[in-house]
């Protein structure tokens, strides 16, 4: 298995990023695909999630409104569409799936 995101970098506080996580060496089609985040000093939280055929999404609190997740079953990759970003937002964004992990990629939010 592996999870490969891209996407990150700096944004001021009201901008948008996407993250990407290409997935291989599973039945992408077929798996529930979440993003997680761990901001400096934090316990690394769930950010949000999506069933296979993404018909179904959940999102924490703190996103709820601002962010989308979404995937691609054709190319095997599931997006995190991050928008009005605030400082609070800074950490890094991990993609899971079946108990794997991605090496994450840093977020960060300031002006």
């Known amino acids: 298995v592996q999870l490969v995101e891209s996407g990150g970098g700096l944004v001021q506080p009201g901008g948008s990023l996407r993250l990407s996580c290409a997935a291989s060496?599973?039945?992408?089609?077929?798996?529930?695909m979440s993003w997680y985040r761990r901001a400096p000093g934090k316990e690394r939280e769930l950010v949000a999630a999506?069933?296979?055929?993404?018909?179904?999404?959940n999102y924490a609190d703190s996103v709820k409104g601002r962010f989308a997740i979404s995937r691609d079953n054709a190319k095997n990759t599931v997006y995190l569409q991050m928008s009005s970003l605030k400082p609070e937002d800074t950490a890094v964004y991990y993609c899971?799936?079946?108990?794997?992990w991605g090496q994450g990629t840093q977020v960060t939010v300031s002006s």
């Open positions: 060496g599973f039945t992408f089609s077929s798996s529930v």
């Open positions: 899971k799936a079946k108990g794997y």
């Open positions: 999506i069933i296979s055929a993404g018909s179904s999404t």
